[in-house]
């Protein structure tokens, strides 16, 4: 069997503050195979951002790792000098962020920004990094691109942004796409076409996806596996149908309660995560054992006073006593 | 874009107007032109025959028509003092002024600007923290403090700069330059950096807050993430829409360079307009305040006009304020 393109192993990231030091991700382990889509969810505040952020050696100080390793394609990214890993950062892992209306910089023109990004990344003159990128813009679906390649990002609406934005990732051909809630800015009827886009241009390129988002719909549509993410821990991981069909964890299970369609959030119903009762613990107060103990109506003596194990349990892995004892 | 540019002129205009309407009321209000031009032994008869050849008897709206219509020639008539036409006054005062002005600006906008860039991207090191420290000095010490400070440390103590004066200057045509000759460079040292110091230590510490906001911004992760080397986010994408807030601010103060230089030119004796500007004051002479005040907010409005062009130049979103393109389709 061949490595995995992504592999997170044993992740822990801390935000040291005056007072404590705060643990974001507390020993996350996942795979992401060549082509494949991993949809990661979980309520505000569960880490889902730190993760993509511990990947791309973006991490904001005084936030930093404090175990585990990350490899991309078997080889380990997390502890390279930075130099290297900037040449795996845009090049063989692209990003996109939350908004699109900010994650590109009003003061050069799309075109600029897109053939900048090749130029760096590949030994490719101008002329030709520009042909390329009206070729790009084409594909994410931009229309009349030849002309649309020298507007200014303030010139274009957040949809054509987010294409764009797109675009600019795509351009260095990565192998991986972290993707931060890449529609929760746009309009709602925007949001279906940049998903498709998403999923049809991972598809076409065999590109791997790690999409993260709060909208179970999305993930329904084009994850091929998902993970659900509390308190800086895996819940539970495993193939998207079997996840939103036959939740196993009790958060899980909450979680898919709460699943509205793309169609009834068309509707007006907001998609977010809001049926469990109670809140996410801060992070300066985790419980012992389970993190969701106190908010589970199942919990057992073990769950208060032992962390559950990432376990395998039917054809996912799930950390609760509950299931895997 | 042409209409913002018309605007800008237009606007600029009318400042000058209404600054020249200031000046032109200052003639009416203080003192009796016709007095201090006269003398005390003028007869009634030569005082009206004086006041209709300075054509005080026609219409208030005439009179600041023609007032304009001088001004606008940099005429403002003869020095109530000196007995020389006010033009040619302020003509040999001026190059003083600029020299010193322009370049107390040039350094407070480069260096400004470069440490500014150093000390947000370096903001730990003992580099920058000594700088700010010493930006503190600038900020907080009086203009004229800064300036005798330099005169006892470098005049009377080390000996090594002239303490007053432009030194020997060269004449082009009607402009005279302290640049060409060593004891005219020597002498500029001091009143430039005095003049210059706190522009400096302002730009600067607009420019570290504007760059530290900046680097902030999500299309630096974004330039970050995408794997642009570091120099390349700073320089090119941070710099750049951090000059944008900067430029207003800092043409502002560079137009308020002139108004320091009165203080500057006071202590380091230079013969430029701010001297000639406290003598007129001195002596209630009224033509040459007049003159000083509408250069003043000539250069006020130039630069401001500057500001606003180079606005335009830095951020394209100014240029054209079209509507968005395109839905989501
Ligand atoms: N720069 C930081 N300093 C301190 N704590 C941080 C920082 N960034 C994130 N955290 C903490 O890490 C935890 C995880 O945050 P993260 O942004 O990954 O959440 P998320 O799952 O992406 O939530 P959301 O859905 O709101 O984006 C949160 O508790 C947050 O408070
Ligand atoms: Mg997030």
Known sequence: MTAPLLSVRNLRVEFPNRRARLVAIDDVSFEIGRGEILGLVGESGAGKSVTGAAIMGLLEPPGHMTGGEIRLDGTRIDTMPIDQLRRIRGKRIGMVFQDPLTSLNPVYRIGAQITETMRVHANISEADARARAIALLAEVGIPAPENRIDAYP????????????????????????????????????????????????????????????????????????????????????????????????????????????????????????????????????????????????????????????LLPAATSHVACWRVTS | MIAYILKSVGQAILVLVVVAALAFSMFRFIGDPVANMAGQEASQQDRRELAERLGLNDPVPIQF??????????????????????????????????????????????????????????????????????????????????????????????????????????????????????????????PVLTLGFFQLTLIMRLVRAQMLETLRTDYVKFARARGLPESRIQFRHALRNTLVPVVTIAGLQLGSVIAFAIITESVFQWPGLGALFVQAVQFVDIPVMAAYLMFVAVVFVVVNLIVDLTYVLLDPRLKSSTAVVGGGK
Not at chain 2, 70 to 96: D, T, W
Not at chain 2, 145 to 163: D, M, N, Q, R, T
Request: contains cysteine.
């Open chain 2, 65 to 190: 028509a023609r007032f304009l219509a001088n001004a606008a020639f940099g005429e403002f008539g003869m020095s109530y003092r000196q007995g020389r036409k006010v033009s040619a006054l302020i003509a040999e005062r001026m190059p003083a002024t600029v020299e010193l002005a322009v370049l107390s600006a040039l350094l407070a906008t480069g260096f400004g600007t470069l440490l500014g860039v150093y000390t947000a991207i370096r903001r730990n090191s003992w580099g920058a923290h000594i700088v700010m420290g010493i930006s503190l000095i600038g900020v907080s010490l009086p203009t004229f403090l800064i300036g005798i400070g330099l005169i006892y440390l470098f005049a009377v103590e080390l000996k090594w700069l002239p303490s007053f004066g432009r030194g020997e200057t060269v004449k082009l045509g009607w402009w005279t330059t302290g640049l060409l000759t060593p004891s005219g460079r020597a002498s500029l040292i001091m």
């Open chain 1, 154 to 309: 303030h010139e274009l609406s957040g949809g054509m942004r987010q294409r764009v934005v797109l675009a600019l990732v795509l351009c260095t051909e990565p192998e991986l796409i972290i993707a931060d809630e890449p529609t929760t800015a746009l309009d709602v009827s925007v949001q279906a076409q940049i998903i498709a886009l998403i999923k049809a241009l991972a598809r076409n390129r065999g590109t791997s996806v790690m999409l993260i988002t709060h909208d179970m719909g999305v993930i329904a549509e084009v994850a091929d596996r998902v993970a659900v993410m509390y308190a800086g821990r895996i819940a539970e991981i495993g193939p998207v149908r079997d996840v939103l069909k036959a939740p196993q964890h009790p958060y899980a299970r909450g979680l898919m309660g709460a699943i509205p369609s793309l169609a009834k959030k068309a509707a007006g119903h907001d998609g977010r995560l809001t049926l469990i009762p109670g809140n996410m613990p801060r992070l300066s107060a985790i419980p012992e054992g389970c993190a969701f103990n106190p908010r589970c109506g199942e919990a057992i003596d073990r769950c208060r006073a032992e962390r559950p194990s």
